[in-house]
């Protein structure tokens, strides 16, 4: 029987890309890493970027919590606007 840490389980059953983190972040932290991190992730910015710039944003206000944060999957993938009339409905435009 094989070991597996949950994010290599949900990248064996098919999960693009998980996000998780090495231990409990504070609160102040996770808002900062979370503004930084979806704000640039609807702007078009790759996963590894806005991952990249949420740490540095915890970093800037000097929390060790910055080193938390690891992505496992593509870090270039990139969530593209649905083509118009595609169906999709104005609050899911992203896929």
């Given at each position: 029987?094989?070991?597996l840490s949950?994010a290599?389980a949900?990248i064996?059953?098919g999960?693009?890309?998980?996000?998780?983190?090495?231990?409990?972040?504070?609160?102040?932290?996770?808002?900062?890493f979370?503004?930084?991190f979806y704000?640039l992730?609807v702007e078009?910015?790759?996963i590894?970027?806005?991952v990249?710039?949420?740490r540095?944003?915890?970093?800037?206000?000097?929390?060790?919590?910055w080193?938390?944060?690891?992505?496992?999957?593509?870090?270039?993938f990139?969530l593209k606007?649905?083509?118009a009339?595609?169906g999709?409905?104005p609050e899911d435009?992203?896929?």
């Amino acid at each position: 029987v094989e070991n597996l840490s949950v994010a290599a389980a949900l990248i064996r059953g098919g999960v693009a890309n998980f996000l998780g983190t090495y231990w409990p972040v504070g609160d102040t932290a996770a808002e900062t890493f979370s503004r930084t991190f979806y704000k640039l992730l609807v702007e078009g910015q790759s996963i590894g970027d806005a991952v990249r710039e949420g740490r540095r944003s915890v970093k800037n206000e000097n929390s060790s919590d910055w080193a938390n944060y690891i992505l496992y999957g593509n870090s270039d993938f990139i969530l593209k606007r649905r083509p118009a009339g595609s169906g999709s409905s104005p609050e899911d435009p992203l896929v």
